[in-house]
C-alpha cells in the first residue's frame, strides 16, 4: 500500500482516505474504499460509466481499457469486448443515477475463485465535493483461501477507483 501511497502522491490522485480490508475468512471478504473528489456527484457518476476513459488496461483481459463498456440500468452488462475475445465482468442489479451503482462482479481471477461478488459504488456530494465509498464483497469456497488474497485485492481495487477518482476530479 506505501507504492500505492507514493503513486497517488506524485500522480496527484485524490487518496482513499480510509481503503480497508473490513473483514475477511477463507470464504469470504468485504473491502471498503473511501474517496474525497474535487468534483460534483453528477461528474463522478458520468465518470464512472465511462471506465474506457479511467479502468487501468493492465486490470483487463484484453489489455486495453478502451475494449469495456458500462450502462446504468438493470440487468446492463459491464462487460469487454475484443477481436477473439469477450468476458462479463459484471452485471448491473441497482442504479440510482448520480448516487448508486451495484455490480454483482467477481473481478479477473475471482470468476474462478468466487461464488459470488457485489461492488456497490455509492456516492454523496456535500459541498461541491464528492464522497464516494466503494464496497467490494466477495464469498466463495473455503478452500480457496480468499482471505489470503483479500489484501490484493484491496491494492487493486484501490488502483482502479483510485484512477476513477482522479479522472473525475479533471478540470
Do not use: Y
Request: glycine share 8%; aromatic share 6%; net charge negative.
Amino acid at each position: 500500500m506505501r507504492g500505492l501511497l507514493a503513486v497517488a502522491l506524485l500522480t496527484g490522485w485524490p487518496l482513499a482516505s480510509l481503503a480497508e480490508v473490513k473483514f475477511a475468512a477463507p470464504d469470504t471478504f468485504m473491502i471498503e474504499q473511501r474517496f474525497t473528489i474535487a468534483a460534483p456527484a453528477t461528474k463522478v457518476w458520468d465518470t464512472l460509466l465511462h471506465p474506457e476513459a479511467w479502468w487501468p488496461s493492465d486490470h483487463t483481459w484484453s489489455g486495453d481499457r478502451r475494449n469495456l463498456r458500462l450502462s446504468a440500468e438493470a440487468g446492463a452488462c459491464f462487460c469487454e469486448r475484443w477481436v477473439g475475445g469477450s468476458v462479463e465482468h459484471g452485471r448491473v442489479v441497482m442504479s440510482i443515477p448520480g448516487s448508486l451503482l451495484r455490480l454483482n462482479a467477481t473481478l479477473g481471477p475471482l470468476q474462478e475463485m468466487a461464488l459470488s461478488g457485489v461492488i456497490t459504488v455509492s456516492l454523496t456530494e456535500k459541498d461541491s465535493k464528492t464522497e464516494m465509498v466503494v464496497t467490494h464483497r466477495v464469498s466463495g469456497d473455503a478452500s480457496h483461501k480468499l482471505d489470503a488474497i483479500a489484501p490484493i485485492v484491496d491494492q487493486v481495487n484501490a488502483q482502479q477507483f483510485g484512477a476513477l477518482a482522479a479522472e473525475a476530479a479533471k478540470p
